[in-house]
């Protein structure tokens, strides 16, 4: 299978995998992803933030037979934010899409995601999963929407589920939003802030199959209560969005 088309050389679509820890994931993973893509060019960039679990031979045996798989990997841990970033500056195509690397994200809604983006309204420069009937334990689930609450009354955002990794979004547009630790749980605010608007996209939760979760419940709620003051201030700073028009000149 081969996700590139012979006439452009460049991937219409990159999806962003960020993952640390994940080699009992990846291969089924990766399978789905391409089974899921088959009917256009894309690229896959596998983000390995610093795994010791012997991810990269995975990786390296799954791209022997998929020229559209790509690996890049952090010589430590940076986080997961730091990954998706990484594989975004890395990304050759079009539209970025991410999705989370514990195989959590059913890949099967990819493509939904991305012709959304693609054939829906031109305001639209985010499409953002929703997990419906969550997997996760009971005070976990009670955690997320506890965090989910307090940021859509704090920053407005429209969005019940920012944490779930499937979400499509032009590139250029992508690379305009301020970086941070954390970043990736507030798409929709940033974008929101460049003057778009956000769709979703209902999603099912699976189960993980293999290893264990790499977030706990105290240390992520604390430094998320930080970068959602943040947030709502950058939002704040961002008073009024230029309409900018470049003026022709003709000779006489």
């Known amino acids: 299978m081969d996700g590139r088309s012979p006439a452009r050389t460049a991937p219409v679509v990159s999806v962003v995998v960020p993952c640390r820890d994940e080699a009992g994931n990846l291969p089924a993973l990766i399978e789905e992803i391409g089974a899921a893509l088959a009917g256009g060019p894309f690229e896959v960039i596998v983000v390995d933030d610093g795994s010791g679990d012997g991810s990269a031979d995975v990786l390296a045996e799954l791209a022997r037979s998929r020229p559209w798989l790509r690996h890049v990997r952090h010589a430590r841990s940076c986080g997961q934010s730091a990954a998706v970033r990484t594989g975004l500056l890395a990304a050759t195509g079009d539209i970025v899409a991410t999705i989370d690397g514990d195989g959590q994200n059913d890949p099967v809604y990819l493509p939904l995601l991305v012709k ?117 201030w950058l939002r704040r700073r961002r008073k009024r969005l230029p309409e900018v028009t470049e003026m022709e000149f003709h000779d006489r």
């Not at 407005?156 to 990794?165: E, H, P, V």
């Not at 979004?169 to 970086?179: N, Q, S």
Request: net charge positive; charged share 30%; with cysteine.
């Open 116 to 232: 959304r983006l693609v054939e829906g309204d031109t305001r639209v420069g985010l499409v953002a999963g929703q997990r419906q009937r969550r997997t996760d334990p009971g005070l976990k689930q009670m955690a997320s929407r506890f965090a989910n609450g307090l940021r859509s009354a704090v920053l407005k955002d429209g969005t019940a589920d920012s944490g779930c990794g499937l979400k499509a979004l032009r590139r250029d547009l992508f690379l305009l939003l301020p970086y941070f630790d954390g970043w990736h749980r507030y798409l929709p605010a940033l974008v929101i802030r460049e003057g778009y608007e956000v769709a979703h996209i209902d999603v099912v939760d699976r189960k993980r199959r293999h290893g264990v979760s790499k977030y706990g419940i105290v240390d992520r709620g604390l430094v998320g209560i930080l970068d959602l003051f943040g947030v709502w």
